[in-house]
């Protein structure tokens, strides 16, 4: 099962998802790979120790410069997650690839290899429409949604839609969302709630039943290449990671 994590717009919890439900799944005993394609390299910095000492990436893989993917996956420093890295050279990629006939295609060959070694393999995309993102989601069974619960969170959705419309049509016509998944989320507020109902007139049974509030113990894990559940396992966020996972488990059931 291949779920990609994504939302064009920036900040709004793809990559704190990305690993604190790998973590979560990997804490169930499931066989978990966490793909990092974004140039920021974050889930790759917040989980695996001195990243740099590794000379290839996802960039040398998706270049088809002879590293198979196995070649870039490495043991992270969450129990039971294997990461595959990016570099920031991993912003050479989109320009690279421009007028490659198989440009879209690119991560879904790569994983052809090592689909079948895993339960779950995440992807954590950057926050652009671009060839990257278009990779992850050829590659995926599903996309997952974080929406950042605020004002302005449902600007860009239209495009978000339509390129996954444009997916389907050219390229994975089984891509399905599984679910949107309300993140930064303050229950205090009547924005929040308002915001919510907003989410939900637009994504309906889409929504995750869960919602991830803001919290500062998520927002500090990933500078001790933690995941909530070994920096915090009390937390609300642990509870509310642990709760999307078996939701995700649930309807990735196929
Ligand atoms: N539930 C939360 N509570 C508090 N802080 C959070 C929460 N989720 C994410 N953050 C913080 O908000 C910032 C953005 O989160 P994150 O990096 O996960 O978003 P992103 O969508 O991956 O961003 P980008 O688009 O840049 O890749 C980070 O500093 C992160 O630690
Ligand atoms: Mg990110």
């Not at 088809?64 to 294997?82: A, F, T």
């Not at 998944?181 to 303050?186: A, K, M, N, P, Q």
């Not at 109902?197 to 991830?212: H, N, S, Y």
């Amino acid at each position: 099962m291949i779920i990609a994590i994504t939302n064009q717009k920036g900040g709004v919890g793809k990559t704190t998802t990305s690993v604190n439900v790998s973590a979560a799944m990997a804490l169930m005993g499931k066989k978990v790979l966490l793909i990092d394609t974004d140039p920021q390299a974050h889930s790759t910095i917040s989980t695996v120790a001195n990243p740099e000492r590794y000379e290839r990436s996802l960039y040398d893989v998706l270049m088809k410069r002879g590293e198979k993917i196995e070649d870039i996956i490495v043991r992270s420093n969450i129990p039971g997650l294997d990461m595959a890295i990016t570099k920031i050279s991993m912003a050479k990629l989109e320009p690279s690839l421009i007028g490659e006939i198989d440009g879209h295609f690119r991560l879904k060959d790569a994983l052809e290899v090592v689909k079948s070694k895993y339960h779950y393999i995440f992807i954590d995309t950057p926050p652009t429409l671009g060839l990257i993102t278009l990779n992850a989601l050829v590659a995926s069974n599903y996309i997952l949604i974080p929406i950042q619960s605020s004002y302005l969170c449902l600007e860009g959705t239209d495009d978000l839609l339509e390129t996954i419309e444009k997916v389907r049509r050219i390229a994975n016509p089984n891509l399905k969302v599984l679910g949107v998944l309300v993140t930064l989320y303050d229950k205090r507020t009547n924005l929040a709630k308002d915001v919510v109902e907003r989410i939900r007139r637009v994504f309906g049974a889409k929504l995750f039943k869960t919602f991830i509030s803001k919290s500062v113990k998520l927002e500090e894990s990933p500078a001790y290449k933690e995941s909530i559940f070994t920096y915090a396992p009390n937390s609300i966020g642990a509870e509310q990671y642990k709760k999307v996972a078996e939701e995700i488990m649930h309807r990735a059931k196929s």
